[in-house]
């Protein structure tokens, strides 16, 4: 099955300054990258994903890239704020668009 | 839109009762739920899949005589702890996969209730 493996498990870094976050996925058949930001106690919120028909996608301050050869995908969060501060999960689908298998996450933190 | 709720949102019961969550999709029809466990600082275990209709998928390691799962319609479906133990003590998260078909092909996305977090004296 589908493995999915994260990296860094923490980061901080100073408000302004970008922030990069890598995983990476064993099935090539996969097919669906979704972003999950995830603050304490609370539920998982889907920030951007992207498909395998295309290679990067950007929303505001939030991009993502895919490199389907190389089997890995990144976060990549530039501008940083504190309210950026959370564990951030990525996830591939597998067996094309069926169940997701989450990264190990990464807990953002951002320093004023 | 795509908005998920989860009841109860936390829930604290004895040894050996058993404990109901529900996951309902407010504003759209999930044909597919997915119930997942999160133990503090780690990530969400896939631990069934749910279509209506139909009987849930469970994943490997997962006892599905000890966590029922019922979707009896679009918009609902529960999960059941049978004979909760400590061990089970866990936050328990519902997702509902809404079907969106945008001109390019066929796509779908996850959105995740609230989450229910059970604790088991």
């Known amino acids: 099955g589908e493995n999915v493996e994260q990296h860094p498990s923490t980061l901080s870094v100073q408000e302004g300054d970008s922030a990069v976050i890598k995983c990476t996925y064993s099935d090539s058949a996969s097919n669906y990258f979704p972003w999950y930001k995830q603050e304490l106690g609370k539920r998982p919120q889907l920030i951007i994903d992207i498909r395998s028909n295309v290679g990067e996608k950007k929303d505001q301050r939030i991009a993502v890239t895919l490199n389907k050869t190389a089997k890995h995908f990144s976060l990549h969060i530039t501008e940083t704020q504190p309210e950026d501060s959370a564990v951030y999960f990525c996830?591939?689908?597998?067996?094309?668009?069926?169940?997701?298998?989450f990264g190990t996450g990464t807990r953002l933190l951002v320093s004023p | 839109g795509a908005v998920v709720s989860q009841h109860p949102s936390w829930v604290i019961c004895k040894s050996g009762t058993s404990v109901k969550i529900e996951c309902r999709s407010l504003d759209f029809q999930a044909t597919t739920m997915f119930w997942y466990r999160q133990f503090p600082k780690q990530s969400l275990m896939l631990m069934a899949t749910?279509?209506?209709?139909?009987?849930?998928?469970?994943e490997q390691g997962v006892e599905k005589d000890k966590f029922l799962i019922n979707h009896a319609s679009l918009t609902l479906s529960t999960l059941t702890v049978t004979s909760a133990h400590p061990e089970d003590s866990s936050f328990y998260i519902c997702?509902?996969?809404?079907?969106?078909?945008?001109?390019?092909?066929?796509?779908?996305?996850?959105?995740f209730g609230p989450g229910t977090r059970l604790l088991v004296l």
């Open positions: 997702s509902a996969r809404t079907y969106v078909q945008p001109l390019a092909g066929d796509q779908e996305t996850q959105y």
């Open positions: 996830a591939a689908s597998e067996g094309g668009f069926q169940k997701l298998v």
């Open positions: 749910s279509n209506e209709g139909s009987k849930a998928t469970y």
